[in-house]
């Protein structure tokens, strides 16, 4: 990479992980609780080096974790549906290398409910 680039990027993303409008919408901790299936997942953030994505379905802005469905395909064998659990945020935002951010938002995303999101992870693995 150029050094000027990588020095004027300094490990800054061009977009929030969650914007403050985000963080508004995102239902709080436990509030889909029991929906299975029809829990709404509402941001996506992945990884455009690697495999992993982070489906947002709740957040809780005091402590900046939210809680939603982490996959990766290739993990799918051992998790084949993903893997339920809390995500920080602040640490998401402050994963770089060589001046890039790892981990980026789908800026393209549109919520939906995570069975929908599972059917398209599985259909994803078997292709």
Same mark, same amino acid.
């Given at each position: ?5 990588k ?12 914007t ?20 709404i997942?509402?941001?996506k ?7 992993h994505y982070? &489906? *947002?379905?709740?957040y809780?802005?005091? +402590?900046n974790q939210?809680? =939603? #469905?982490?996959?990766r ?7 084949p549906?993903?893997e339920?659990? &809390? *995500?920080?945020i602040e640490e998401?935002? +402050?994963?770089h290398?060589? =001046? #890039? ?7 393209w ?6 069975g ?12």
């Amino acid at each position: 990479m150029n050094e000027q680039l990588k020095k004027a990027l300094n490990g800054t993303r061009r977009h929030m992980l969650l914007t403050k409008a985000l963080k508004r919408k995102l239902p709080a901790l436990y509030a889909q609780d029991g929906k299975g299936d029809e829990a709404i997942v509402h941001v996506k953030l992945f990884s455009p080096y690697s495999d992993h994505y982070y &489906y *947002i379905t709740e957040y809780d802005p005091q +402590t900046n974790q939210a809680f =939603g #469905l982490t996959y990766r395909l290739a993990m799918s064998d051992q998790c084949p549906e993903g893997e339920w659990g &809390y *995500i920080s945020i602040e640490e998401l935002e +402050t994963v770089h290398c060589n =001046g #890039l951010p790892l981990i980026e938002r789908d800026k393209w995303f549109t919520p939906t409910t995570i069975g929908k999101i599972k059917a398209k992870l599985l259909q994803k693995k078997a292709a």
